[in-house]
């Protein structure tokens, strides 16, 4: 969400006149758009602002714009007077404080009318920056913005806001500029992206979108991420399955395998109904490839409990498991009414108990595609090999001399592991 947040924002800057540079200290203009799902994406972030007060005194004339969950859709006062180099603060999702006061500083606009020329800038369709034009292959696309289901654990909610649609013209707008700029792949981004359309007065749902999208010439493939059990419909998992653009390949976060626990992080689903889902899915969608996210050591998870979590990934094989320890984020509901009680050595030895546990089983899973042929969308060339992925959504390395940026071609897999793929051009 934040990769798309800056896109949308260095757009943005590039119709004011400013262009990127990978060099901060030769930057007039620095953003950093922060994440705080947990406590160590802030500390990297405190980390990441506390390094750019010397340029700020080496060149006043700096502007630091602090953007994202840091600063959150409430605003955060507190920040600016812990660290008084910021020069200007956005929520989430809002690049307008930014933009507004470069349009004041920036001298030649003085004569216009500040308010429009904002919207007109922010209202633009997207274009992709300077260093990304041509080269972008695989893009974001913000559909539901915050969220409102209330995790017990989840900072989210309360730093993005309520949860809110894209109007559907809007993204059928910036899908078809994105594929005009050579994009090749799109990801429909939500909190809860299977509940896109709800809140909306035509109802719209994403297996609608997704079908308008399909038809996009030049667009080749199509994701969506993060997907709710509950809200996952027939309908959509038709979408996937009927749509060969739409990849098979669906994120699905489970979180706990002990009900208790479920019910304590209000996920609202028991873990034999998420057995039942992965089931459903893997009929309707053959070859498709899961995700899951779990977190380890919640307020008062016995190791029982963690068992049955163990035990469900364990049974379920799935194709990629995102793991977290439990960080207690400031008013949330967990953190104000529950006791982090598991013990931070505790919390690393169960992580690490899924994590080989997801090695061996992501071992497993890849090594059947060893002297199979898959389809890979190249996305970059970095250290000699080129790299893309399968609509599966495996990593997969090549070597070749060819150009291969934002072509899908056919590969023979030579080696497989865990977490990546190599293999040969099928001639
Ligand atoms: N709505 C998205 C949430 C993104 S946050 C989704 O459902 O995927 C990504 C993951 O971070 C969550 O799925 C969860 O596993 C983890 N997470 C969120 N809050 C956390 C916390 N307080 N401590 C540890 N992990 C957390």
């Given at each position: 969400?934040?990769?798309?947040?800056?896109r949308r924002l260095a757009s943005a800057l590039e119709k004011l006149g400013y262009q990127p540079t990978r060099v901060p200290k030769?930057?007039?203009?620095?953003?950093?758009?922060?994440?705080?799902?947990?406590?160590?994406?802030?500390?990297?972030?405190?980390?990441?602002?506390?390094?750019?007060?010397?340029?700020?005194?080496?060149?006043?004339?700096?502007?630091?714009?602090?953007?994202?969950?840091?600063?959150?859709?409430?605003?955060?006062?507190?920040?600016?007077?812990?660290?008084?180099?910021?020069?200007?603060?956005?929520?989430?999702?809002?690049?307008?404080?930014?933009?507004?006061?470069?349009?004041?500083?920036?001298?030649?606009?003085?004569?216009?009318?500040?308010?429009?020329?904002?919207?007109?800038?922010?209202?633009?369709?997207?274009?992709?920056?300077?260093?990304?034009?041509?080269?972008?292959?695989?893009?974001?696309?913000?559909?539901?913005y915050g969220c409102s289901h209330a995790c017990t654990y989840c900072i989210i909610p309360s730093k993005r806001g309520v949860e809110?649609?894209?109007?559907?013209?809007?993204?059928?707008?910036?899908?078809?500029?994105?594929?005009?700029?050579?994009?090749?792949?799109?990801?429909?981004?939500?909190?809860?992206?299977?509940?896109?359309?709800?809140?909306?007065?035509?109802?719209?749902?994403?297996?609608?979108?997704?079908?308008?999208?399909?038809?996009?010439?030049?667009?080749?493939?199509?994701?969506?991420?993060?997907?709710?059990?509950?809200?996952?419909?027939?309908?959509?998992?038709?979408?996937?399955?009927?749509?060969?653009?739409?990849?098979?390949?669906?994120?699905?976060?489970?979180?706990?395998?002990?009900?208790?626990?479920?019910?304590?992080?209000?996920?609202?689903?028991?873990?034999?109904?998420?057995?039942?889902?992965?089931?459903?899915?893997?009929?309707?969608?053959?070859?498709?490839?899961?995700?899951?996210?779990?977190?380890?050591?919640?307020?008062?998870?016995?190791?029982?409990?963690?068992?049955?979590?163990?035990?469900?990934?364990?049974?379920?094989?799935?194709?990629?498991?995102?793991?977290?320890?439990?960080?207690?984020?400031?008013?949330?509901?967990?953190?104000?009414?529950?006791?982090?009680?598991?013990?931070?050595?505790?919390?690393?030895?169960?992580?690490?108990?899924?994590?080989?546990?997801?090695?061996?089983?992501?071992?497993?899973?890849?090594?059947?595609?060893?002297?199979?042929?898959?389809?890979?969308?190249?996305?970059?060339?970095?250290?000699?090999?080129?790299?893309?992925?399968?609509?599966?959504?495996?990593?997969?390395?090549?070597?070749?001399?060819?150009?291969?940026?934002?072509?899908?071609?056919?590969?023979?897999?030579?080696?497989?592991?865990?977490?990546?793929?190599?293999?040969?051009?099928?001639?």
């Amino acid at each position: 969400m934040n990769v798309a947040d800056s896109r949308r924002l260095a757009s943005a800057l590039e119709k004011l006149g400013y262009q990127p540079t990978r060099v901060p200290k030769e930057a007039d203009v620095i953003v950093l758009n922060t994440c705080v799902v947990r406590q160590s994406a802030e500390d990297k972030a405190i980390g990441r602002l506390s390094s750019l007060k010397p340029l700020k005194d080496k060149n006043p004339d700096l502007v630091i714009n602090l953007m994202g969950c840091l600063i959150g859709v409430r605003g955060n006062t507190k920040i600016q007077e812990k660290f008084p180099w910021v020069d200007v603060v956005s929520p989430p999702s809002h690049p307008e404080p930014l933009i507004e006061l470069l349009i004041q500083r920036n001298a030649k606009n003085q004569s216009l009318e500040k308010q429009s020329e904002l919207n007109a800038i922010l209202d633009e369709e997207i274009s992709l920056p300077e260093d990304e034009k041509g080269r972008l292959v695989s893009a974001y696309i913000p559909i539901v913005y915050g969220c409102s289901h209330a995790c017990t654990y989840c900072i989210i909610p309360s730093k993005r806001g309520v949860e809110h649609s894209r109007p559907y013209d809007e993204i059928m707008a910036e899908a078809r500029a994105l594929v005009n700029q050579g994009v090749k792949e799109l990801t429909l981004l939500g909190q809860i992206v299977d509940r896109y359309g709800l809140d909306l007065p035509e109802k719209p749902t994403l297996a609608s979108l997704l079908r308008d999208l399909h038809s996009i010439e030049g667009l080749k493939r199509i994701r969506f991420l993060t997907s709710h059990p509950n809200w996952m419909t027939e309908e959509l998992l038709d979408a996937v399955a009927e749509l060969p653009k739409i990849c098979p390949h669906i994120e699905v976060p489970i979180q706990a395998g002990d009900d208790e626990i479920l019910r304590a992080m209000r996920r609202g689903y028991t873990a034999a109904q998420y057995r039942e889902l992965v089931h459903n899915i893997r009929e309707r969608i053959p070859g498709v490839s899961i995700a899951t996210d779990i977190i380890v050591g919640f307020p008062g998870e016995t190791e029982e409990q963690f068992q049955k979590t163990y035990e469900v990934l364990d049974d379920l094989r799935m194709d990629v498991a995102h793991l977290a320890r439990y960080s207690p984020r400031t008013g949330t509901y967990s953190e104000r009414k529950m006791e982090d009680d598991v013990p931070e050595a505790e919390k690393m030895r169960r992580f690490r108990m899924l994590e080989s546990l997801q090695e061996e089983i992501a071992t497993e899973i890849n090594s059947r595609l060893m002297g199979k042929t898959v389809n890979v969308l190249f996305e970059e060339k970095s250290r000699g090999r080129w790299r893309g992925r399968t609509p599966t959504n495996k990593l997969v390395f090549v070597e070749s001399e060819e150009d291969l940026l934002g072509q899908e071609r056919d590969v023979n897999i030579t080696w497989t592991g865990p977490w990546s793929l190599i293999g040969s051009l099928q001639e």
